[in-house]
Structures are given as C-alpha cells and as structure tokens.
C-alpha cells in the first residue's frame, strides 16, 4: 500500500517510478518507509499551496523537501531536535518562491514536530 501511495505522489521522480526504484536499487522496508514519509511531506506541501499562482516545479519541490528531511534526520541524530533557523539557507538553495510556499512550509515542518520523521504510518489515514 505505502509503494502505491509512493508512486502515485512522487513516481515522477524516478526513472520507470517507485516501483522500478524498488527493483533496481533493492530497498528494503526502512528505505521503502522513509520515501514513504518523503512523499507523504510532498503531499502536504503540494497541498497547502495556493491554487493560483505560478506553476509548480515539483521536481524543485521535492528535491527541497529530500534535503531539509536528511537534515532533519541529522539533526535528531546529532542533537535529537530540529535545527528550524537552517530552514532558511536551505530554501535559498532552491527556486522556490518562499512568498506562496511559507504557509506550505511551515505546515510540513508541523507535522515533523507533531509525529517525527517516520511519517508512512499516516499514509492510511
């Protein structure tokens, strides 16, 4: 179930998609679960953005949102909290106009604070 939702949130992302991903790069079920947690960031960011504006670059998006998710669980791991004042030099890193993506942001990072990073058990819900 969670490869399904994986595919059909961020399938695009891969070459023959999650599931091809699956095969060629042999993930396990914890590999399987973080992509799972990935998209399902992806899935609250998309879904906080405004509907009118410009077009969304979903590439850029999840590519952003990968990185700050591997800093955050670097983060857990060094000091066991979130570093959110490096949200900012990361966002810079990235095309993403911070103007129509802030509220989209700061909802992702709630729910990282509210249930961690091991999101894929809130796919079924």
């Known amino acids: 179930m969670i490869e399904k939702f994986i595919d059909e949130k961020i399938g695009f992302y891969f070459d023959g998609g999650f599931y091809q991903m699956i095969k060629d790069a042999n993930l396990d079920k914890d590999e399987i679960a973080k992509w799972g947690s990935i998209a399902y960031l992806f899935d609250v960011y998309i879904s906080a953005l405004p509907e009118v504006g ?10 952003f949102i990968e990185h700050v998710y591997t800093m955050f ?53």
């Not at 969304?56 to 999840?62: A, F, P, R």
Request: glycine share 4%; aromatic share 6%.
């Open 73 to 125: 669980e670097v983060d857990f791991e060094v000091d066991g909290k979130l570093d959110i004042d490096s949200l900012g030099d990361v966002v810079s890193c990235y095309e993403i106009d911070l103007d129509t993506s802030k509220l989209a942001i700061d909802k992702f990072v709630r729910v990282i604070k509210k249930n961690g990073l091991n999101l894929s058990f809130l796919v079924s819900h």
């Open 54 to 63: 410009a077009p969304i670059d979903k590439e850029e998006v999840l590519s």
